[in-house]
């Protein structure tokens, strides 16, 4: 079946520093859509981006991600971190059927001063 | 602010108890997720409903949970015996389409303590 990795539980940064969150997958599915979540302390998580174009930039908020389906990957990236980017991050994977899409194990962020 | 309403927030409960919880998505989303979100963080599906109809569920929740989605009524989840290892912020969301493809909507959860 799908899955998603996510290898860092934990990633902690000085504010300033760029931000590279990790996330490769698994499917059969010729066409995956790729999604970032993000949860802030006691809060819904919320969509951040999604793509499904193979090796196009997708932006949001001062992040970004390339979906490479050569290597199966979707990393989530910033060029500064801020002390407001500190939450949990999930990456997700969606066919196009009705199954659920399928979550990594998230990746908690902290940034300090 | 999420569109899509849980209640209650906390839900505590003893061992063999039942624990019910509910959630109306958002405006005009036929289909609807529970997710489990486990002391490490972890997702885990549920149950998914598109409109009234179930779409897909894992063996845990076809054996120990009850879930509905009547039409004019909350969606609601039931743990019919709760168990320690039920304590979790048990989250629903919400979309378009039944899709996967399509972005899902969160509530803020209902905490669930199982003592």
């Known amino acids: 079946g799908d899955s998603v990795t996510q290898t860092e539980g934990l990633v902690t940064l000085t504010e300033g520093l760029p931000v590279m969150l990790n996330c490769t997958y698994q499917?059969?599915?010729?066409?995956?859509?790729l999604f970032w979540y993000v949860q802030h302390l006691n809060e819904s998580p919320r969509l951040l981006l999604k793509s499904f174009t193979d090796n196009k930039r997708t932006e949001h908020q001062g992040f970004h991600a390339t979906l490479h389906k050569s290597s199966s990957s979707f990393h989530l990236q910033k060029s500064s971190a801020q002390l407001s980017d500190s939450a949990l991050y999930y990456c997700a994977l969606g066919r196009n059927n009705n199954n659920a899409p399928r979550f990594g194990a998230g990746t908690k962020l902290s940034v300090k001063p | 602010n999420s569109k899509v309403i849980q209640t209650p927030r906390y839900l505590v409960k003893g061992q063999g108890q039942k624990a019910k919880m509910r959630c109306i998505p958002e405006?005009?989303?036929?289909?609807v997720f529970w997710y489990q979100q486990n002391k490490n963080n972890e997702f885990k599906f549920l149950i998914n409903f598109q409109n009234q109809e179930v779409l897909q569920q894992i063996d845990m929740t076809e054996k120990r949970f009850s879930a509905e989605c009547p039409s004019n009524s909350p969606c609601s989840l039931e743990i019919q015996s709760s168990e320690a290892g039920d304590s979790a912020l048990y989250l629903c969301?919400?979309?378009?389409?039944?899709?996967?493809?399509?972005?899902?909507?969160f509530g803020a959860g209902t905490r669930l303590s199982v003592l």
């Open positions: 969301a919400s979309s378009l389409q039944g899709l996967s493809q399509n972005t899902l909507y």
């Open positions: 499917t059969i599915y010729s066409n995956p859509f």
């Open positions: 405006k005009g989303h036929p289909v």
